[in-house]
């Protein structure tokens, strides 16, 4: 378990300081540094004499403001922490649920089990219950983060309510919408420099695209090229299966950014009857985005390639088509050894329809949806708090996770009635890995 | 001359690499490097070819190479360069299996790919 972010947990006190009073005032010395040749001592020793004066400054002023700031920056990065804690405890069932079955981990996931979980065994997905994740939070390291979040979370269900407190950050809150935080002005030389600088680039960008255009219209056909440029999705007929690939950004700036890891294109993966099966996510090394294409099409006209291709590409959504298609045993969907988390984990966040792959795959978010949960009921947290919550900010809910479609009260039904009776999911998931 | 790859590479747009049959042995362990390293090579072919631009035409682009011996088997003339080819290319479908293969047709170098 990575016992670092436990050891660089960050007070709500610490991240008001750091992202609101520390901000404003150390804008002066940060100035004075980004323009010296090199930080100097006395860069260093105003650096200090800042955060000492705002240091006594805070630690005397107990005004509203002062809290009410503190609560807001802490309710965001709350939201994280939860976030991230809630992950490792369902990586932690994860992890027992595979070394129970035998099972090698051969993804990028590492193993999270501490010393006092060792023993335990979990034959069949729907062991996990709160009752284990209870067990869970109970040994080190995730005892000490349970019990951070419980008194970060008191601490701000506190602080709301009260009603002067909470009329301040409503204050404050809609001042940050209305009237955006002023940046100073740049130099007009750095100003000047960097146009400069971005001229070179987007003429040298141009060129490129010209270059790409005669190579592409060499190798394959000119007006398809311009229909993909003007912006029309485009089909690009490969040997098993078709592409429609639109491009997402302008011309120049995929072309700039050509190392962003990131497709410069949307693409869809249909069958060659024309029904969509996914989405996916390919990149090429440094090239931009019409080169992209021209490699695109030149693998998915063999087979061999194709298959190379389609192995290589990361799987961002699918369609309930995608199931019955070879595709997902090409992507290794069954197969744990094969499947990273985060392609489930994707396939999870979108768009399942069928009710059996649902049974088989949802267990790695349901695992995560109850951990959080658990975590939240252990803090015994006042409703009116995550009323408050909600409303201040805005529409954005920063629970957001517990909001989980199809609902977290329906896994919790379900695995409360695999528990009782017999398991809804027949097929076990040792039997896919 | 023997055989030729055409390079996509970056946003230098596309480049020849050639080499005379002599240097085989020294474009046949960069192509292995380059094989190992994910480039596809896709056959060309045959006669599709022909270059239209001077080999000093494109060394002023300043073309960055796929590989530092690629580079450098540039700079010592074991490879040439070529320029922009004219006329219609295509290619015949078949992908090179190895570097063998490579040296004995014409082929276009499709960069190593991944998810993202």
């Known amino acids: 378990m990575d ?81 991230r804690g809630t992950w490792a405890l369902s990586e932690v069932a994860s992890s027992l649920y595979y070394r129970s079955q035998g099972i090698v981990e051969t993804t990028e996931m590492p193993l999270l089990i501490p010393p006092e979980l060792r023993e335990v065994r979990i034959e069949r997905p729907w062991e996990v219950t709160p009752l284990l994740f209870r067990r869970i939070i109970r040994v080190e390291p995730w005892l000490s983060w349970t019990e951070l979040l419980r008194a970060e979370f008191r601490r701000n269900a506190l602080t709301m309510s009260d009603p002067s407190i909470l009329a301040v950050l409503r204050a404050f809150w809609e001042s940050l919408v209305d009237k955006p935080l002023k940046r100073p ?129 990361h799987i961002t959504s699918v369609t309930e088509t995608f199931f019955s298609d070879p595709l997902h045993i090409t992507k290794g969907i069954l197969d744990r050894y094969t499947a990273p988390l985060h392609t489930i984990d994707n396939i999870l966040g979108f768009c399942i329809q069928s009710s059996h792959w649902e049974d088989r795959l949802m267990f790695y978010d ?61 097929v076990p998931l040792s039997a896919t890995a | 001359m023997a055989r030729r790859i055409v390079l996509p590479i970056g946003w230098y747009g596309d480049i020849t690499a050639f080499w005379d049959e002599e240097n085989d042995a020294a474009a046949l362990a960069i192509i292995g490097e380059m094989l190992l390293q994910g480039y596809i090579f896709s056959i060309l072919q045959d006669g599709a070819l022909q270059q239209v631009a001077t080999p000093q035409q494109i060394i002023h ?36 299996r190895d570097a063998a293969t490579v040296l004995t047709h014409d082929t276009v170098a499709t960069p190593p790919m991944t998810g993202g």
């Open chain 1, 3 to 83: 016992h670092a972010y436990n050891g660089l947990y960050l007070t709500p006190d610490m991240w008001f300081y750091g992202s609101v009073v520390l901000g404003q005032s150390l804008g002066r010395v940060v100035q004075e540094v980004i323009h010296a040749e090199q930080p100097l001592t006395h860069h260093y020793a105003n650096f200090a004499e800042v955060i000492y004066d705002v240091y006594n400054a805070c630690e005397q002023d107990a005004s509203p403001l002062c809290r009410a700031l503190m609560t807001l920056i802490s309710l965001s990065m709350g939201q994280s922490h939860l976030d």
């Open chain 1, 185 to 313: 002005t740049p130099d007009p030389k750095i100003i000047q420099q960097q146009q400069r600088a971005d001229h070179r680039v987007n003429q040298a960008a141009r060129r490129s695209i010209k270059r790409a255009v005669k190579l592409h219209e060499r190798f394959h056909d000119g007006a398809a090229l311009r229909t993909f440029i003007n912006g029309d999705p485009l089909i690009i007929g490969g040997a098993a299966y078709d592409y429609c690939v639109q491009k997402c950004h302008s011309l120049l700036r995929s072309t700039i950014a050509r190392d962003t890891g990131m497709t410069p294109v949307s693409m869809t993966i249909q069958n060659k009857q024309g029904a969509a099966l996914a989405t996916g996510c390919l990149v090429f090394r440094d090239v931009g985005v019409l080169d992209y294409l021209f490699h695109v099409r030149l693998m998915a006209r063999n087979a061999v390639t194709e298959q190379q291709m389609l192995r290589a590409m």
């Open chain 1, 366 to 426: 349901i695992w995560r949806q109850m951990a959080l949960k658990v975590v939240l009921e252990a803090a015994d947290l006042d409703q009116r708090y995550y009323d408050e919550v909600l409303s201040i900010c805005s529409g954005r809910d920063p629970f957001s996770r517990t909001a989980f479609t199809p609902g977290l009260e329906i896994a919790i039904q379900w695995f409360n009635m695999a528990e009782k009776s017999t398991p809804v999911a027949s």
């Open chain 2, 61 to 96: 682009r300043k073309v960055i190479m796929p590989t530092e011996s690629f580079n450098q088997a540039v700079h010592s003339g074991l490879l040439t360069l070529g320029g922009v080819q004219a006329g219609d290319q295509a290619t015949t479908g078949e992908i090179a």
